[in-house]
């Protein structure tokens, strides 16, 4: 059973951090791709960051570059990729969401990812 769960999200001032995780298992993730999107209510849903299956090349949209970083932790059975998002602005508010995709290749569209998890909250007050 595939499963990705996100957990770290909440509530948080501006200029503050928060760490999100996504526990990812399930399939064999250390062969995919992994990214973080996010999806405020209106909005659709937008590329935020991936990492590359070895963790050795990263990509970031440019409202994030600077201040997120995402990391990934390949262990035997289970891969966790992090986001650490700092310098938090009101405009990050969303619902964070964790995918997977099979390809090495880089892609920031959400049709491209094959496993999805849940979401996780964030929310930055100003």
């Known amino acids: 059973q595939v499963q990705l769960v996100e957990s770290g999200g909440g509530l948080v001032q501006a200029g503050g951090s928060l760490r999100l995780s996504c526990a990812a298992s399930g399939r064999t993730f250390s062969n995919y791709a992994m990214g973080w999107f996010r999806q405020a209510p209106g909005k659709e849903r937008e590329f935020v960051a991936m990492?590359?299956?070895?963790?050795?090349?990263?990509?970031?949209a440019d409202s994030v570059k600077g201040r997120f970083t995402i990391s990934r932790d390949n262990a035997k059975n289970t891969v966790t990729v992090y986001l650490q998002m700092n310098s938090l602005k009101p405009e990050d508010t969303a619902l964070y969401y964790c995918?997977?995709?099979?390809?090495?290749?880089?892609?920031?569209?959400?049709?491209?990812?094959?496993?999805w998890g849940q979401g996780t909250q964030v929310t930055v007050s100003s």
């Open positions: 990492i590359n299956w070895s963790g050795g090349s990263t990509y970031y």
């Open positions: 995918a997977a995709k099979s390809g090495n290749y880089r892609s920031i569209r959400t049709a491209d990812y094959d496993y």
